[in-house]
């Protein structure tokens, strides 16, 4: 008699920074038990409902439990939004005969533990440096506990790093970089520095580089500039230097990074587990909101030497022109920061996790 297929499901909507690590775990799954079968849940209003499908999974939508960050009117309706999202949660459960629930942090994800307790086996995996409420609820009866960096705030966690496609994992820069270059309208051999806010952009980049093109050009520096779908910017091109490349949001993450000689960007967790995963050197400028955890995500990378760190306000125009500039014209110092930050990465965590949450399913 054959095996009764291992069920999986998996709990990171809302961001691409729950989503992604969530939907490189159900490929690693996959690729150890490929009879499994691994569900999403995520909400009606999250990226999962794009992203989820595209990758060829199940999706499960169940309410949303957003936590108030002040008190207010929210909060005194949040017992009754708790009870009805775990009560849909746990029909999902039952529905799909889960052997496991991994939770990724995020608004589905505490209702998905709260469901699973004492029903379900739980994994819970923390990307960030500092660990959100659901995951620190999560961990109290969760089988394992899994986090991207040392003292994330979750007792007894095991270091692995962050769950990451293998279209990163395994993406060779060197042999890309002429199908990148060509592909974003590159120099095919100028220096080139990538930089992207995320998703929807960010204005402080924006500012510093648009205002830094001229002077950028002009050194025989090349830039792809993902700006944000709602964002604009003007840029000074110079005739017969390297193209200042702007585009609004980059489908192909794989392609800039082989396309790049330095990256500056946000750092958020998953955003520094890419980088340096791909052994890009980078000037990290964490969102100066929240509670600071973009500054500790990059604290590894920057101890490693493969990184800087410059805090939003200070990065400027001149700033760029001063600092960053001639960070990208020198090749030796670039070398020896991919290669710092190559050693910072952990390249195996969508293996390594996926290991763990077939034991802790018994099989």
Known sequence: MGRRPLSVV??????????????????????????ARVTALGTERGLENRLVPARGYPLELIPPVPMPRKPNAD???????????????????ERVGADVVIGFGGYVSLPAYLAARGRVPIVVHEANARAGLANKVGAKFAERVLSATPDSGLAGAQTIGIPLRESITQLDRWALRMQARQHFGLHPHAPTILVFGGSQGARTLNTAFSGAAEALGRAGVGVLHAHGPKNTIAVQQVPGAPAYAAVPY???MDLAYAAADLVVCRSGAMTVAEVSAVGLPAVFVPLPHGNGEQALNAQPVVAAGGARLVADADLTT??????VLPLALDAQRLQGMSRATLG?????????????VLEVAGQ
């Open 10 to 35: 998996v709990a990171g909507g809302g961001t691409a920074g729950h989503i992604e690590p969530a939907l490189a775990l159900a490929d690693a799954v996959r690729r150890l038990r490929p009879d």
């Open 75 to 93: 909060l005194l309706k949040l017992p009754l939004k708790v009870r009805e999202s775990v009560k849909q949660t746990r029909e999902v459960l």
């Open 250 to 252: 980059l489908e192909r």
């Open 318 to 323: 001149q700033r760029v022109i001063d600092e």
């Open 344 to 356: 910072s990465g952990h390249r195996e965590a969508d293996r390594v996790l996926a290991q763990i």
